[in-house]
């Protein structure tokens, strides 16, 4: 990642992993008229003072009524207590989304850009499944890998310029898991229709959930915390990314001048010993 990214803004990534309950959701993208994941997100977020100027960005997308643990990407100025915001976040959201976890990273990213893969379960009630155990296993060995996924998709999917997708595909206590690098919900209740039923026709949304995001190193080493065992003259809080070669020093605006020194003297110190050092100013309300 691009260390100018963190030089010339006062803007810091945010990751957001969030729950969400599918039935309460009738999208996940913001339509006029219907309540949305990422409607319900900004909504709540913006009442709390939290805001970004651009877009929110997500680990994967999911269908109407599709419950999901998810990851939702925003570039904030923000520098105040966010604990204190998801906190108030999560009491308004009532159950029907909660956030879990927020790491910071660098800004204006492509997020998608830095998504591995994504793991979505099936579970279909076993009442319904009209195929065997064993074939339903040995259709999940044959359509895992990297194939020509169109066979599995409608025509909205058969539009996109790239069909080859990889997935892996295991049956696993009654749950169908898809563990793969862009394959999409409608493919994934499509396939499992198939594999479990013979028809290519989609499941119901509410049996499927995205469980997890898994995201490249290159982004989990850029993950910013804050350090407790460093104290620098006139420097109120500390982050370093999980590589080790980034800090971030907040101070006071007042002390920005003495941080950075003559010429830049003190943070030409504080780069030989710790590498990269990016001096920002802090709102301590």
Known sequence: MDIRALEKTNKIGYIFDIFYQGKYFDSFDEVTNKKSVKGQFKNLMNSLGFTW???????????AKVSGSNCLYVS?????????????????????????RYRKTFPNLVFPDYVKQRKYIYQYPKKLITRS?????????????????????????????????????TYENGQLIFLGDSFMPKQVRITSG????????????????????????????????????????????????????????????????????????????????????????????
């Open 76 to 100: 904030s100025t923000f520098s105040r207590d966010i604990q204190k915001i998801i906190s108030e976040f999560n009491n308004l959201a009532k159950g029907e989304m909660k956030i879990t």
């Open 133 to 169: 155990e064993e074939e339903i296993k040995n259709l999940c060995s044959e359509y895992s890998g990297t194939y020509d996924v169109s066979i599995f998709t409608d025509s909205k999917g058969e539009n996109l310029k790239e069909h080859i997708r990889t997935v892996e595909i």
């Open 53 to 63: 100027a651009k877009g929110i960005q997500q680990g994967g997308r999911t269908d």
């Open 194 to 285: 198939f594999i479990l039923t013979g028809d290519k026709t989609p499941l119901p949304g509410k049996y499927l959930k995205l469980h997890s995001i898994i995201l490249e190193d290159e982004l989990l080493n850029n993950i910013f915390t804050e350090v407790d065992d460093l104290k620098i003259d006139n420097v109120e809080k500390i982050e370093k990314n999980s590589l080790g070669d980034t800090y971030l020093l907040y101070v006071n605006p007042s002390k920005k001048g003495e941080v950075i020194g003559k010429n830049g003297s003190n943070i030409k110190k504080l780069k030989k010993s710790l590498g990269n050092v990016i001096v920002r100013e802090y709102d301590f309300i």
